[in-house]
């Protein structure tokens, strides 16, 4: 593993991993970020300049999640995955918080990548540049979700998920209508 790497993960995400039940180790080359008894796992390597964030679950192979060129994406993604675990420890409602998934935030474009080694990639542009790959499934779920949160301060995403409706950023649409607001 590259030197550094488990120290920077740890100093970015280990207060909010440790709420949510995690645990951030080193093994096998990667950071492993796993919940107790490790059922749920993320992994972080850095490899030819990028990062990568694979997930599995109990015996299951890993499953590749997210390559960028940014540590602080891998926050900000990570941040967003172990938010739920966080929201049911402090007994908040989960389905307050709305991460939108079927729309792409406002400026942000989806490029593909079909001549990616790994596989078939999906892009989020922010600005003309590429800040994170997404494998592409039948739907780009992870991706267009990262969209609304890629140029978010971390700790505006922290406290957006700690807020028990999810604002300033989550907020789910109908807590903002009126009949919501008597």
Not at 38 to 55: A, C, K, N, P, T
Not at 96 to 102: C, D, G, I, N
Not at 112 to 132: I, K, N, Q, T
Not at 168 to 178: I, K, Q, R, Y
């Amino acid at each position: 593993m590259e030197a550094g790497l488990l120290e920077a993960v740890s100093a970015n995400l280990g207060e909010w991993a440790a709420e949510a039940g995690y645990d951030i180790i080193s093994d096998s080359g990667a950071v492993v970020i796993a919940n107790g008894g490790g059922e749920i796992r993320f992994y972080v390597r850095r490899r030819d300049g990028q990062f990568e964030v694979s997930r599995a679950e109990r015996s299951e192979d890993e499953e590749l999640r997210m390559i960028t060129h940014d540590l602080v994406h891998v926050v900000r993604f990570l941040t967003v995955r172990l938010a739920t675990s966080i929201r049911s420890s402090r007994g908040l409602d989960l389905t307050a918080v709305f991460l939108p998934s079927e729309e792409l935030a406002p400026g942000a474009e989806l490029r593909s990548a079909h001549d990616d080694p790994r596989g078939p990639m999906e892009g989020v542009v922010l600005h003309g540049e590429v800040e994170a790959l997404f494998p592409e499934d039948p739907e780009p779920w992870d991706a267009v979700e990262f969209s609304h949160y890629a140029d978010k301060p971390i700790e505006l995403i922290r406290a957006s998920f700690l807020d028990p409706h999810g604002a300033p950023l989550f907020e789910h649409p109908a807590a903002s209508a009126p009949e919501h607001r008597r």
